[in-house]
DNA sequence: GTCTATAAGGTGATAGAC
DNA sequence: GTCTATCACCTTATAGAC
């Protein structure tokens, strides 16, 4: 990506990454092309090709630039207060992302089914460091009593899965519930509280 | 497809079949290609062509196969004996699933995050009806006390997303957990089954 | 039924004018 | 910095020999 300088340059770098996350999200890497980023991003083709050198640097600049948006939710599942509340803030953190952040989710979904070509060194790297702090985290209240015996590994995959499915599922969950807009979502926060309370609940 | 006649027929048929499901699975419609295929299959790509008209016959012809196969173990979820463990079972045999069959819950994946443009029309039919008579199964059994006050539809989704995650994201799961083989697959279910467990307890 | 050759169209990227 | 024109490549699909 070209350090915007100008006004007009970063207006136009984060119109293209903007028309990016909407065609990479619905589309894929391979499925996306340089016309429709271009045309969503008002810009002719050889323009998009000035402000980043490639297609896959569009890409990987994207999924650069939100991977930390990603990781926040985790981050901020701390110790203090009640273990199980934090744990189902957590869950509830992550949902809203799900449903604010569909095309984020999708574009990250798209990208770790095809084997994260471009993501290895994240996921191996700081993700895999956070997953080891907040599994420790999580060990911990275990050992002491204040949740029920589990995995803290397995748990936060089950929060990914069962929060992500809202946003990457989306057309089966509409196809199946037929929701107006996003009214689904309450029902599912109720049911996903309910279900770590009391899959948490110590003994 | 061709209806397969001779030996010959039926053999490469399956090949192809075989081959495209490794091929779309890992990469995609777009990013799959006839050569990928041809050459994964040991066939020339006009041979292809002529068992199948074009690709996207046999990507259709592919997800119809395994549609089937795919809804299965949702249908064997029945009443009779007590509803926790027959949720239970369905959990464990769809993370079965997941290990045996990881392309296929793939194949899917890419399908529906894409929007399901070619599977619209299951889900808006067969699956959409097999989802309402489960979840009114699911909707007797909290009415009679038998399991914890539960959403149906949402239950069904948290139970797809915790357990197609091994297989949609496995490869996230093998960078944080870096299991041998599929080790991890029997902690996934150890972590399920008493999750669910407690979940549905009856008060 | 299977092959070689090739048509036809799309796509990423570059050249060069302005 | 942005555009038009275009190249070089890849991919689906077909033609036609055997």
Redesign the pocket.
């Known amino acids: 990506m070209?350090t915007?300088?100008?006004r007009?340059?970063k207006k136009?770098t984060e119109a293209i990454l903007e028309a990016a996350l909407d065609v990479f999200s619905a589309e894929g890497f391979?499925?996306?092309?340089?016309?429709?980023?271009?045309k969503r991003a008002?810009?002719?083709?050889?323009?998009?090709?000035?402000?980043?050198?490639?297609?896959?640097?569009?890409y990987v600049a994207l999924l650069g630039h939100l991977m930390d948006t990603w990781m926040d939710p985790l981050k901020e599942m701390r110790d203090g207060g009640d273990p199980v509340e934090e744990i189902v803030a957590y869950v509830l953190r992550k949902l809203e992302m799900s449903r604010k952040f569909p095309r984020e989710s999708r574009l990250f979904a798209n990208e770790i089914v095809r084997g994260a070509p471009h993501i290895r060194d994240m996921i191996d790297g700081p993700l895999s460091e956070l997953m080891a702090e907040k599994a420790a985290l999580i060990r911990g209240w275990v050992k002491a009593g204040q949740i029920a015996d589990v995995d803290g590994y397995h748990l936060i995959f089950s929060i990914w899965a069962t929060t992500q499915h809202y946003a990457d599922f989306d057309v089966q969950v509409r196809g199946l519930l037929r929701p107006k807009g996003d009214a689904h979502f309450s029902d599912a926060a109720k049911f996903l509280e309910g279900f770590y309370r009391r899959a948490l609940r110590p003994n």
Do not use: M, V
């Open positions: 070209k915007p300088r100008t007009i340059q136009n391979k499925g996306a092309t340089l016309d429709k980023i271009a008002e810009l002719s083709k050889p323009n998009l090709l000035y402000y980043f050198p490639s297609k896959e640097a569009i």
